[in-house]
């Protein structure tokens, strides 16, 4: 029977091999034609590690967006696998809400010449009960390649962790992040247009006019169901922030840890992360669409440079003050917004550290990575390892 079963991931892993590496050749032909396909990578919620929602939307939509141009700075895009041509520079970082001054990105070059490249530090904690102990390292699904220099992709503490533990726990095991794509298509995505009855008629006029640029993603939009559109919308407006999929925290970790070690698990599963979305009221979905047309896409794009900012620097409190704050300024509903924010966040926080609890042992470290919204404030996953007698300091 192990035999047969392996024979049988073995198979699935091949032939799902094959469609990725057809994908990504689609992908790269309307990459060079000045075109990219629809993936996932929001302002609110890359942060979060919706890892499997994703990976995989990109490919339930399979919709071309419209080219990248310097006059279009809030550039209508996608989870480009190749640098997009001709996309605008990044503008000098600006405070993005009052009172709050982000951290400068880190220079490339000074008057003696190119500084060497240093991994972005990002929030990593270890957290320690007795003989037991877990590393806790902030993620985002999306990145830059300067994030993870070739001669040293992350720190050496991080790196040290890695070689020390015996299991390396992201949000979704490997095996299910791959069958991921069959349930947003089968949860997130109509046979008939159904979005526009299920929107109010203001809500889908502004959501129209915001991609009226775009017929063909117009046209696709109208089959999601609004949870799934809301995520769409955020990765237009991100596209022009330059962040890639493939240097994602998740991908660079397996790259290291693969080397030398094997055992990857999943903190949740694939149906319990796919009910964050799927179990939301049309209350909850319709708030979340109209969180995304409040700001121009220009302000959208800049909330994602902020946040990719602040995980380089690594404090994953300063990174949760500011999503509140954000929150708190981008909320038609605080209710309905805190109840969203509840479901797809605080819930999944407990989860993790029950999951973290069962996999932890005396004198056998865990190294967890999840998204780096996860890990700060009062309701955080690092505050929760606390409450259960863990000892919390910066790695």
Same mark, same amino acid.
């Given at each position: 029977?192990?035999?047969?079963?392996?024979?049988?991931?073995?198979?699935?892993?091949?032939?799902?091999?094959?469609?990725?590496?057809?994908?990504?050749?689609?992908?790269?032909?309307?990459?060079?034609?000045?075109?990219?396909?629809?993936?996932?990578?929001?302002?609110?919620?890359?942060?979060?590690?919706?890892?499997?929602?994703?990976?995989?939307?990109?490919?339930?939509?399979?919709?071309?967006?419209?080219?990248?141009?310097?006059?279009?700075?809030?550039?209508?895009?996608?989870?480009?696998?190749?640098?997009?041509?001709?996309?605008?520079?990044?503008?000098?970082?600006?405070?993005?809400?009052?009172?709050?001054?982000?951290?400068?990105?880190?220079? =490339? *070059?000074?008057?003696? !010449?190119?500084?060497?490249?240093? %991994? $972005?530090?990002? #929030? &990593?904690?270890?957290?320690?009960? @007795?003989?037991?102990?877990?590393?806790?390292? =902030? *993620?985002?699904?999306? !990145?830059?390649?300067?994030?993870? %220099? $070739?001669?040293? #992709? &992350?720190?050496?503490?991080?790196? @040290?962790?890695?070689?020390?533990?015996?299991?390396?726990?992201?949000?979704?095991?490997?095996?299910?992040?791959?069958?991921?794509?069959?349930?947003?298509?089968?949860?997130?995505?109509?046979?008939?247009?159904?979005?526009?009855?299920?929107?109010?008629?203001?809500?889908?006029?502004?959501?129209?006019?915001?991609?009226?640029?775009?017929?063909?993603?117009?046209?696709?939009?109208?089959?999601?169901?609004?949870?799934?559109?809301?995520?769409?919308?955020?990765?237009?407006?991100?596209?022009?922030?330059?962040?890639?999929?493939?240097?994602?925290?998740?991908?660079?970790?397996?790259?290291?840890?693969?080397?030398?070690?094997?055992?990857?698990?999943?903190?949740?599963?694939?149906?319990?992360?796919?009910?964050?979305?799927?179990?939301?009221?049309?209350?909850?979905?319709?708030?979340?669409?109209?969180?995304?047309?409040?700001?121009?896409?220009?302000?959208?794009?800049?909330?994602?440079?902020?946040?990719?900012?602040?995980?380089?620097?690594?404090?994953?409190?300063?990174?949760?003050?500011?999503?509140?704050?954000?929150?708190?300024?981008?909320?038609?509903?605080?209710?309905?917004?805190?109840?969203?924010?509840?479901?797809?966040?605080?819930?999944?926080?407990?989860?993790?550290?029950?999951?973290?609890?069962?996999?932890?042992?005396?004198?056998?470290?865990?190294?967890?990575?999840?998204?780096?919204?996860?890990?700060?404030?009062?309701?955080?996953?690092?505050?929760?390892?606390?409450?259960?007698?863990?000892?919390?300091?910066?790695?």
């Amino acid at each position: 029977m192990p035999d047969a079963l392996a024979a049988r991931r073995l198979a699935r892993r091949s032939r799902d091999g094959g469609r990725r590496a057809a994908f990504t050749r689609r992908l790269r032909a309307r990459a060079l034609n000045g075109a990219a396909l629809i993936g996932v990578f929001c302002v609110c919620y890359f942060g979060t590690g919706l890892a499997g929602v994703a990976y995989a939307a990109g490919a339930a939509a399979n919709t071309p967006a419209a080219p990248v141009t310097s006059a279009n700075a809030a550039a209508q895009g996608a989870r480009p696998a190749l640098p997009v041509p001709h996309a605008p520079p990044t503008p000098p970082p600006r405070a993005a809400l009052p009172g709050f001054n982000p951290p400068p990105a880190t220079p =490339g *070059t000074t008057a003696s !010449g190119p500084v060497r490249l240093q %991994p $972005a530090r990002m #929030p &990593f904690y270890v957290a320690t009960r @007795g003989t037991t102990t877990i590393y806790v390292l =902030g *993620t985002l699904h999306v !990145g830059d390649p300067a994030d993870y %220099p $070739a001669a040293q #992709p &992350f720190r050496p503490p991080i790196m @040290g962790a890695l070689a020390a533990s015996p299991t390396l726990a992201l949000e979704l095991s490997p095996d299910e992040l791959l069958v991921s794509q069959d349930d947003v298509s089968k949860y997130g995505v109509c046979r008939r247009d159904c979005l526009p009855g299920l929107l109010p008629e203001p809500l889908w006029r502004k959501l129209a006019f915001r991609l009226r640029g775009n017929p063909a993603a117009l046209d696709e939009i109208k089959k999601m169901r609004p949870w799934l559109a809301s995520l769409l919308v955020e990765t237009y407006d991100s596209l022009s922030a330059g962040l890639q999929t493939e240097y994602g925290t998740e991908a660079q970790l397996q790259n290291v840890y693969l080397r030398t070690r094997g055992k990857i698990v999943g903190l949740e599963t694939l149906p319990q992360q796919m009910r964050a979305f799927t179990g939301l009221s049309l209350a909850q979905q319709r708030e979340m669409l109209a969180q995304d047309l409040v700001q121009t896409p220009a302000q959208n794009v800049e909330d994602v440079r902020t946040l990719h900012r602040l995980w380089r620097v690594g404090d994953a409190n300063a990174i949760a003050a500011w999503e509140a704050a954000k929150t708190e300024k981008l909320a038609r509903d605080k209710r309905v917004s805190n109840s969203i924010d509840n479901r797809i966040v605080y819930e999944r926080n407990r989860r993790f550290v029950s999951r973290m609890l069962l996999i932890a042992a005396p004198n056998k470290p865990v190294f967890v990575a999840i998204g780096a919204l996860h890990l700060g404030g009062r309701k955080g996953v690092l505050e929760l390892l606390r409450q259960h007698g863990f000892v919390v300091e910066a790695g």
